[in-house]
């Protein structure tokens, strides 16, 4: 490979603009998943980035962080906990609330999937306000998890959520980034 691997992964995010309503442009991870090479390059990043970290288990968001988290889970020998969207969980759940720009969103977690001061990492693909990954991580303290750290593969530091995670405390790590404009 002659670029560097987050250049690589980034080249083949695809940007869609004005979806899903005007004004957004989505970054869409599919093409990264579906070239075997990026996939491959994507996930030894976070393998290489996380083999020494003693980690216990990889705590996925709904519904993009399951595909990324449980790979990289299976490949550092770990357990995978899902993080998921209200209503999903069929055992008993803690959920955590925040705020969208318009109205409210929880999510929600099994109460015995994390035991106290494992040693978790949270992933998603993509963070945008912050508001899910502070709320997964606030959800995960609250059953006892040590959080290690956050990953994304990619942040929109424009809107100011990966500023807002750091600012909790918590390190996050992403692949790459995207100013408010396309590419
Ligand atoms: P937020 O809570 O605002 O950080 O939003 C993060 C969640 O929304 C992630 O699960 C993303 O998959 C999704 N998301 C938000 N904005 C975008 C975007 N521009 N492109 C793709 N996914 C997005």
Redesign the pocket.
């Known amino acids: 490979m002659h670029t560097d691997p987050a250049d690589y992964v980034r080249s083949t995010i695809r940007s869609v603009p004005d979806w899903p309503k005007p004004g957004?442009?989505?970054?869409d991870i599919t093409p990264v998943l579906q070239d075997p090479r990026s996939f491959r390059v994507l996930v030894d990043l976070f393998v290489y980035r996380y083999m020494r970290h003693r980690l216990d288990l990889v705590a996925g968001?709904d519904a993009?962080g399951f595909i990324l988290g449980s790979v990289l889970a299976y490949e550092l020998n770990l357990g995978f906990v899902p993080v998921r969207k209200k209503g999903k969980l069929p055992f008993r759940t803690v959920a955590e609330e925040y705020t969208l720009e318009y109205g409210n969103a929880s999510v929600e977690m099994h109460t015995d999937s994390v035991r106290p001061g494992q040693r978790v990492l949270l992933i998603?693909?993509?963070?945008?306000?912050?508001?899910?990954?502070v709320a997964a991580s606030k959800l995960l303290q609250r059953l006892g998890a040590n959080v290690i750290e956050a990953a994304a593969i990619i942040d929109?530091p424009y809107?100011g959520?990966s500023e807002a995670l750091k600012a909790t405390g918590l390190p996050l790590y992403t692949v790459c980034s995207f100013d408010s404009e396309a590419p």
Not at 24 to 27: A, L, V
């Open positions: 957004i442009i989505f970054r968001i993009r998603d693909d993509l963070i945008a306000t912050g508001g899910t990954m929109l809107l959520g």
